[in-house]
């Protein structure tokens, strides 16, 4: 199914009902656990509840509320307009402008690409590094719960294979992976330059 048909056009094990409040808020703790540096840039990562018509939305108040579609950083910091950092995209209007930028992949594939991600920030000194030592420094393990507590049928999108990409915010360079699924949102988005 491609990304035009988005979230709800089959509900799936959304259908009868909200998410596992259990999952959510590990779901929600792991999420804050991921948010830091990697490489030169970030990873930010949110959980929220959502019925499947609602994913867009969410993901897209969830990128807006983080300053990443305006001349800010996610600290509320202006950037700075320098010529060499400074790359003109444009930035999704709305929810459906953002979710037509996202193909659906299946979970391995979402998977790796988290790894391939979290790899960037291997010197990393925050919560996630100390999280990722608690799994002996495999972060398979970690986008494995990720994946596991979003709870089965979940679909994903990304905007990257990591050559290639459809720009979803206002940096040099972005990648992000939403996760859908029983009444759970998982979006997570790395980016990188101003």
């Not at 400074?86 to 930028?101: I, M, Y």
């Not at 294979?161 to 915010?169: K, M, Y």
């Amino acid at each position: 199914m491609d990304a035009d048909a988005g979230p709800d056009a089959d509900a799936g094990p959304d259908a009868d009902g909200g998410p596992d409040a259990g999952n959510l808020d590990r779901l929600r703790g792991l999420c804050a656990d991921l948010a830091g540096a990697v490489g030169d840039g970030q990873l930010l990562a949110w959980a929220d509840a959502s019925v499947p018509a609602a994913v867009p939305d969410v993901v897209f108040g969830a990128v807006s509320d983080a300053g990443l579609l305006a001349d800010s950083d996610p600290m509320g910091r202006t950037l700075p307009r320098s010529p060499r950092r400074w790359q003109k995209v444009s930035v999704p209007a709305d929810a459906d402008e953002l979710w037509s930028r996202l193909w659906e992949i299946d979970e391995p594939t979402a998977i790796e690409l988290l790894i391939s991600l979290e790899a960037s920030g291997a010197g990393d000194r925050s919560r996630r590094a100390r999280r990722l030592r608690r799994y002996q420094d495999e972060p398979r393990d970690i986008f494995a719960e990720l994946a596991s507590l979003t709870g089965p049928g979940t679909r994903w999108w990304t905007n990257t294979d990591l050559t290639t990409w459809n720009p979803v915010t206002q940096h040099t360079f972005d990648a992000m992976v939403v996760g859908a699924g029983n009444g759970i949102v998982v979006t997570l988005i790395a980016f990188e330059g101003g």
